[in-house]
């Protein structure tokens, strides 16, 4: 038979801290990303993924560039040249990276086996 015990414990909180939900942190996490734009250097780095691998995979792909480049209503911003560079919605590139993983994943496996089947 399982013995159960209940304790009663009393924890101080130091006055520079405080306790919320994980919901409410969520949320304060996520409203601090409202507004903010990203470059193609911030998005790599918290994809994890290599330029060319986002570039082929995402950025050129067009799939996905009918629905994130801004000139269709999206939330990326092309270069047009010269010294432009891709400029990212920051709060619109998580939620979409997020709904798209799978697939996005996917159609990586399909360019490899392109790749791979050019070669043979």
Do not use: C
């Not at 560079?85 to 392109?114: C, G, R, W």
């Amino acid at each position: 038979m399982i013995k159960t015990l209940n304790i009663n414990a009393t924890i101080d909180i130091p006055p520079d801290h405080v306790l919320i939900t994980r919901v409410e942190y969520e949320e304060m996490r996520e409203s601090d990303q409202i507004g903010r734009w990203w470059t193609l250097d911030k998005v790599l780095d918290r994809t994890n993924r290599k330029r060319d691998w986002f570039k082929l995979n995402i950025l050129d792909n067009p799939k996905y560039r009918r629905v994130i480049d801004v000139n269709n209503g999206g939330f990326v911003k092309y270069p047009k040249g010269g010294g432009d560079s891709y400029l990212f919605l920051a709060t619109k590139t998580m939620q979409f990276l997020e709904d798209n993983f799978t697939n996005i994943l996917k159609n990586q496996e399909v360019e490899k086996d392109k790749k791979e089947e050019t070669k043979k």
